[in-house]
């Protein structure tokens, strides 16, 4: 069965550095989504991404943050200079027709 | 703006009995989609059950079911005949309807424990 593949599936940085998050989206889906949840937290979206273009983001995802489909087939989630805050669980979701979202497995971030 | 809100942080159920988790939501809109999402402690988000909220009947997808009252912009799920592979924290989300990008809003989750 087609799965959204994300990796790493946890990655530990230090503060001030930049991380790439990895996802490969489920070949035929056209829309894709960034979401965080912190721990304990809910689910909060960050971004969606259609056309090779941001449609929505939301005001966590600052100068910070940045999405690229840099290849057809993965989709990555920028962090530029990370800092504690950052630390949860990155999401990466996709959907063939905006209807159904599939997620991948995460990837825990942790910011030292 | 929408929001979604989960009153129960936490709840419990025997093996093979039934639970129902409460959802209610805040709309103007009317046209959109309702869904529950499992969280396992895997962390990994799993859909179990979507709702559109054109359809007046209930959606079932084998043991789950919701009780949609778009009156009342309220979303439960029964689960039935609880099996231990349940507990989980499980999520209502809403989706805006026409707009395919339209993001899901997430609701705080409820913790599921399942007791043999």
């Known amino acids: 069965e087609p799965e959204v593949t994300q990796t790493p599936s946890h990655q530990v940085t230090q503060m001030g550095q930049e991380v790439i998050l990895r996802c490969v989206p489920i070949s035929n889906h056209l829309y894709f989504y960034w979401y965080r949840q912190i721990l304990g937290q809910k689910v909060e979206f960050l971004v969606s991404?259609?056309?090779?273009?941001?449609?929505?983001k939301s005001e966590i995802f600052d100068d910070q943050f940045s999405v690229e489909r840099p290849d057809g087939s993965n989709f990555t989630l920028k962090i530029r200079s990370t800092k504690l805050e950052d630390s949860a669980m990155y999401f990466c979701?996709?959907?063939?027709?905006?209807?159904?979202?599939?997620f991948g497995q995460g990837t825990r971030l942790t910011v030292v | 703006a929408q929001t979604v809100t989960q009153s129960q942080p936490e709840m419990s159920v025997q093996e093979a009995e039934t639970v129902t988790l409460s959802c209610t939501y805040d709309t103007s809109e009317s046209d959109y989609y309702l869904f529950w999402y499992k969280q396992p402690p895997s962390r990994q988000m799993i859909l179990v059950i979507r709702q559109e909220a054109y359809k007046q009947q209930n959606a079932t997808e084998n043991r789950f079911s919701v009780n949609f009252q778009k009156a009342a912009k309220s979303f439960s799920l029964k689960i039935s005949d609880s099996q231990l592979g349940d507990a989980a924290m499980y999520f209502c989300?809403?989706?805006?309807?026409?707009?395919?990008?339209?993001?899901?809003?997430f609701g705080t989750g409820t913790r599921l424990q399942v007791f043999p």
């Open positions: 989300a809403y989706r805006r309807g026409p707009r395919n990008t339209d993001k899901l809003i």
């Open positions: 979701a996709s959907s063939e027709d905006g209807g159904e979202a599939f």
């Open positions: 991404f259609y056309n090779n273009e941001i449609s929505e």
